[in-house]
């Protein structure tokens, strides 16, 4: 492991109510607790939007973020009947939000249009969360680096402000199959990511990247092995306070 910042990220999903709220107590009590490691990592939690505002009035515990899952390409208002705009989520307390989930790729989100969700959010002071990744398909096809090239250069503007963008690698075969990539190809996966983006960029520094796709608090300490990792976007996990403080205990074993 390197000593740069580490990454939790929970992807709740469509998950929770005004209760939920002691799951995020419980993970900001293991936080106070679990005080020699503060430095090292940090906590973003993606919930539905519908419970942000909420979330962020009862918080004390400035080391956890709160982020959403997806907004609308339109920065602010306008006839988008059931869309929420970037806007929206930064003035009800979001910091970050995940933009081209595959979940949401496989319902017809295009790389154009989450280049323009990219733009929206980056011009509200939004950390971006974007996710990349290939099908079980195009991994037979031999077809990875290049979906994962492709979606990078079509998703994200040269002009960007790049320090504010986070990229999740997802193989979506890996989504919720308890299935993960070998070691080796993780390895090869991600340091393409680092300098592809810095080659497309022409950036100075590299990418903070994630890694997403049954990431849970046994499989994790497999994880600790690769130091190209900076972290993890976790899902199903990260709606048990226990699974995902373990998740989080386990990497630093």
């Given amino acids: 492991m390197t000593n740069k910042l580490k990454y939790f990220v929970g992807n709740w999903k469509m998950f929770g ?6 799951i995020i107590y419980k993970i900001s009590q293991f936080n106070t607790n679990f005080s ?26 400035r080391l956890i973020s709160l982020g959403a ?21 930064k003035k009800v307390g979001a910091e970050y939000v995940i933009l081209g989930h595959s979940e949401n790729r496989s319902e017809g989100e295009t790389s154009l249009l989450i280049k323009k969700k990219i733009k929206s959010a980056l011009s509200r002071n939004l950390g971006v969360i974007f996710c990349i990744g290939e099908t079980q398909q195009e991994k037979k096809r031999g077809k990875t680096f290049s979906v994962l090239r492709n979606q990078i250069k079509k998703s994200i503007e040269k002009k960007s402000r790049l320090n504010k ?53 046994v499989n994790v300490s497999m994880f600790s092995q690769i130091s190209q990792i900076d972290g993890f976007l976790i899902g199903g996990a990260s709606q048990s306070s226990k699974k995902f403080i373990d998740i989080i205990k386990n990497y630093y074993k």
């Fill in 165 to 217: 963008i986070i990229i999740a690698y997802e193989p979506v075969w890996a989504i919720g199959t308890g299935k993960v990539p070998k070691i080796d190809d993780l390895k090869k996966i991600f340091s393409f990511i680092k300098k592809e983006f810095k080659k497309i960029y022409k950036t100075k520094s590299l990418p903070t990247v994630l890694y997403g796709g049954s990431v849970n608090e």
């Fill in 36 to 61: 020699k490691f503060q430095r090292k990592y940090k906590i973003i939690l993606c919930v539905p939007s519908t419970l942000i505002y909420f979330f962020e009035s009862k918080m004390q515990s």
């Fill in 69 to 89: 899952q997806n907004c609308h390409h339109h920065p602010s208002s306008g006839p988008f009947t059931g869309s929420i705009s970037s806007s929206m989520l």
């Fill in 17 to 22: 109510d005004f209760t939920s709220f002691k």
